[in-house]
């Protein structure tokens, strides 16, 4: 039973960038490389399963990254050396939901659906980049957020939606076939709204394991928040 109660608590970790590391300040621009270097709080521990985004509001000084782990992380590190300005938390936390209640939300979520390819075994993702109706057929973002909202027992009364992608697409006729890992660009959209739970063990699943693809990207993190 103890063991069962542990794996439900988490930790969540706000963690000012210091803009004047160069390490920091490139890594704010890479989420990619910010996550491998977010993994350093995790060294040593068993669990190193880690969700992060980059918050669109900055704090006193530099670029905010919001951070859960399933492990208590240790940031001593990153501020030592200067890579961070401040690190508020590790803040352990439970989600305690029931069903009909209503909560604010953030998802900054990676809406894709798999596209079949000929001669592969798994097809390639394709990224769902408008918001109603559009000329290929493929569902919106929209109606993905609502099918992810269903499989994971919850449903979206209101929310408002920004999409942005994490890097510019490279074009012209010198532009490499390949990039490298951190250079992908994602297309990706800022849900924030209020949500109502339908089944608060599915909820809580969502909580503590992301929605959607690219974590290691800077997508998947639901964090929720009282109603108003």
């Not at 300040?25 to 521990?45: I, Q, S």
């Not at 998802?107 to 918001?131: C, D, Q």
Request: charged share 30%.
């Amino acid at each position: 039973m103890r063991h069962k109660l542990l794996e439900k608590i988490m930790y969540l970790s706000k963690l000012i960038l210091n803009p004047r590391n160069a390490g920091a300040r490139g890594d704010a621009a890479r989420p990619y490389e910010l996550h491998r270097t977010l993994m350093r709080g995790l060294e040593g521990v068993g669990e190193k399963r880690l969700l992060f985004r980059i918050e669109p509001e900055r704090g006193p000084g530099g670029p905010v990254a919001l951070v859960q782990t399933h492990a208590r992380p240790d940031w001593s590190p990153l501020l030592e050396n200067g890579y961070l300005l401040r690190a508020d938390g590790p803040r352990p936390f439970e989600p305690a939901l029931r069903a009909g209640q209503r909560l604010r939300f953030r998802l900054v979520a990676n809406p894709t659906i798999k596209k079949k390819t000929p001669g592969k075994k798994h097809g390639a993702r394709t990224p769902l980049i408008h918001p109603g109706e559009n000329p290929k057929g493929y569902p919106s973002y929209m109606d993905w957020l609502r099918r992810k909202a269903e499989q994971h027992g919850f449903r979206v009364p209101a929310v408002q939606d920004a999409p942005f992608y994490t890097a510019p697409k490279r074009r012209g006729k010198n532009k490499p076939e390949r990039y490298e890992k951190h250079e992908i660009p994602h297309f990706g959209v800022r849900f924030d709204g209020v949500l109502e739970v339908t089944d608060p063990e599915r909820v809580a699943r969502a909580v503590r394991q992301g929605i959607g693809p690219a974590k290691a990207f800077g997508f998947g993190l639901l964090s929720l928040a009282p109603a108003r």
